[in-house]
């Protein structure tokens, strides 16, 4: 009958009941669904906020929701009032748009979500007839607790159910299994359904993210091999990295690869500390030397040789995106980042301590010009970029996200983002007296506006700790040296963590938690312990990188072979074996030289300057192709060490290297004049590039192609270009 009366009185008569639900909403019985506790999740389950439906930019049908259900605050108001309440039937609540749609009951462009009757319709049909309520005050989501937390599935195609619970504001608990949503890290490993099921799908490890209301938790699962392993073989250790290794890998059923030869950690150690290979000489008196310390006295040797320096320098100015376009116009920009490279080298050289680095660049005052750390806050020149970068190259904690939203598999909101941004709102910059030239100074009155989607948006963000406590508002004393102490302390969850994962990262290819600049609650450790260990090794020391990156090269995971076995051929993150990497580019570069006899010209910089020795990055084909930092992106802070269809083209076809390997006076050039006879020089080319010997079907295979070859300088060139075209030149091993 109401609907005849004429659709203005209906719109009325509706306007009119919400006005009353709305005043009558914070009374509901118990027994009504809530909004935040029961319809907001049935909205994230069937997928109705994500970026393919009502969560994007925009909405969908003029249907605006939070992205996954983020913030479901704000997504009550869009259900009920949005578009004069064309949504919701309070009257006949079965009529009610937002039960018709899902259910596919009228067209509905993303489908049937939920059919009639179910216990998703039943929830929302009982809330629309409540009156479709929501309080302000209903209890929030403080934590979500998995259970188990951490498991072991002994066989392939087990299964396990999560239980999980939800701990209210209220004190009150509720299991929210059924409500959660859930994704697997490596589906190829571990499969999880909808309501929380995991089946093991192969061995390895990975972790079981669950979701709901905006905050996550995790299970991590770990599948042992099922074949058994021969018990009696053991895994020597060298120092407590092994032990944590050798226990997950046992934990695994699988066993490590054998012990590199001298030959292979040789190469190694040398590319990954000095960015250089071992010469013939060098080579030769390693392999003969029958110290049984030897490998751990050469480490020490080559950690305090200069080329050390050099390439621990380029690791950090990458880092720290250490590039004259982020520092100014042209010469200008130029010098402050020459002062920054010069500081980090000094640095570098002293082994200064890594918190007291990481101080100064945080309390940094004065002219670009003059203070090399000063330009850190000239690379990014707003409190929220200088915010992120600090949390992202620092502390392991990727904030970008949460600038505009709640990170759906992060703890990070909005209201952390720009109230840790409210620290490095105090660092100002004014003119200096030069041309271009800033100044950077401390400003006590500085402030951020936070810009959250929540309450807090447009007031003044107060200074707040990442996951911990905010600054009293008494306080009178300097906020950036608050900050430096809070970062560097030892109590802080995250910055020594951060840095030896990163540390980790460089010689093995990826960290223990990996990317190492995201370490998430919801990301898994691949060996448990070991980080935490290391972490307290760094601490202990006093913050020297120097100390933990000796630990790491001693130990025998790190000297591990690359050649697997039948039982780690698939193992791509426990250290079972070493992980062959493509080099860094300035490192390929700098050691194609070494094997062609040639030289490069950088810029205004002398003819032969090594690569990994730049102060500022130069023009290079080469090196952009093969993937060296640019400096300019925060999500770019470290190479990208992959191989490319474009970089084999470039080795195999290019004039580039062919002129490198023709070049007069080169490598080539001086063994064919040479009286060495053909065996002598394959193994010179052997030894200059894969720092090794031939084998005798190598050899016999090398002397018949020169004999078939137009002229013996043509075959000699062709072996070279062969050996440095390969993965075993173009890979550490």
Known sequence: MIRKIGWMYY??????????????????????????????PILDKNGCST??????????????LSLMTLNPELDHQPIVYDNRSRRVNLIEPEQSLFLLKPTEQISHEGGMRFEVNSDEYLTILRWLEAGAPFSPSDARLERLEVRPSEFVLPKVGETRQLQVLAYFTDGTVEDVTHKTVYESKDEPIAEVTEDGLITSVRWGGTAIIARFLGV??????????????????????????????????????????????????????????????????????????????????????????????????????????????????????????TLLHEWIRDSVAEN?????????????????????????????????????????????IRLTC???????????????????????????????????????????????????????????????????DSVDSSYQGDYMELLANWMTSGTNPYFAKATVNRIWSHYFGRGIIDPVDDMRETTPAT????????????????????????????????????????????????????????????????????????????????????????????????????????????????????????QALHVINSSYLNNKIKVRNGTVSRLTKSDLSEEQIIEELYLHTLSRVPSVDEII????????????????????????????FLFIR
């Open 352 to 396: 200064k301590p890594y918190d007291r680095f990481v101080q100064e660049l945080i309390t940094a005052r004065g002219s670009t010009y003059q203070l090399g750390p000063a330009n850190y806050y000239r690379i990014e020149r707003n409190p929220d970029g200088r915010a992120e970068t600090t949390a992202q190259v620092f502390l392991g």
């Open 402 to 468: 949460a600038r505009c939203h709640k990170h759906p598999f992060d703890r990070w909101t909005t209201d952390d983002y720009w109230n840790f941004a409210a620290f490095t709102g105090k660092v100002a910059t004014r003119n200096g007296e030069l041309y271009d030239e800033r100044v950077i100074y401390y400003n006590p009155t500085g402030s951020v506006i936070n810009q959250s989607v929540l309450g807090n948006r447009g007031q003044v963000a107060t200074p707040t700790f990442l996951g911990g």
């Open 11 to 40: 719109v009325v008569l509706i306007t009119i009941g919400l006005t009353s639900i709305a005043q009558v909403g914070t009374t509901a019985e118990p027994d009504v669904p809530r909004f935040l506790n029961d319809i907001a």
């Open 527 to 646: 060996v448990e312990g070991l980080l935490e260990a290391l972490t307290k090794e760094f601490m202990q020391s006093g913050f020297d990188t120097k100390q933990i990156i000796k630990l790491i090269l001693n130990s025998r995971t790190y000297q591990l072979s690359s050649i697997s076995n039948e039982t780690n051929e698939l193992d791509d993150r426990f250290f079972s074996r070493f992980y062959p990497r493509p080099m860094l580019a300035q490192i390929l570069l700098d050691v194609l030289n070494d094997v062609t006899g040639t030289q490069e010209k950088f810029g205004r910089y002398p003819i032969g300057t090594r690569a990994v020795q730049l102060p500022l990055p130069v023009s290079s084909t080469f090196l952009s192709l093969f993937g060296r930092s640019n400096r300019e992106f925060l999500a770019e802070l470290e190479p990208k060490l992959e191989s490319t269809l474009t």
């Open 216 to 337: 996550v938790s995790a299970a991590f699962v770990t599948i042992p091999r099922e074949s058994q392993i021969d018990t009696d073989v053991e895994f020597p250790v060298n120092n407590f990295i092994d032990e944590f290794v050798a226990a997950k890998i046992k934990k695994l059923n699988i066993l490590p690869s054998n012990l590199s030869n001298d030959e292979e950690f040789l190469r190694r150690v040398y590319l990954d500390t000095i960015a250089k290979l071992p010469t013939p000489a060098e080579i030769q008196a390693f392999t003969t030397n029958d110290n049984p310390n030897k490998r751990s006295a050469l480490i020490d040797e080559l950690l305090e040789r200069p080329e050390f320096v050099s390439l621990r320098t380029l690791r950090l100015g990458d880092m720290l995106r250490c590039h004259p376009r982020q520092l100014g116009n042209g010469a200008f920009g130029e010098r402050g980042a």
């Open 51 to 64: 970026a393919l439906c009502h969560g994007k930019f925009g909405g969908q049908g003029g249907f605006d």
């Open 701 to 728: 295979g090398a002397k018949d192609y020169i004999a078939e070859s137009p002229s013996r300088k043509d075959g000699i060139e062709d072996l070279l270009w062969a050996l440095i075209s390969s993965r075993s």
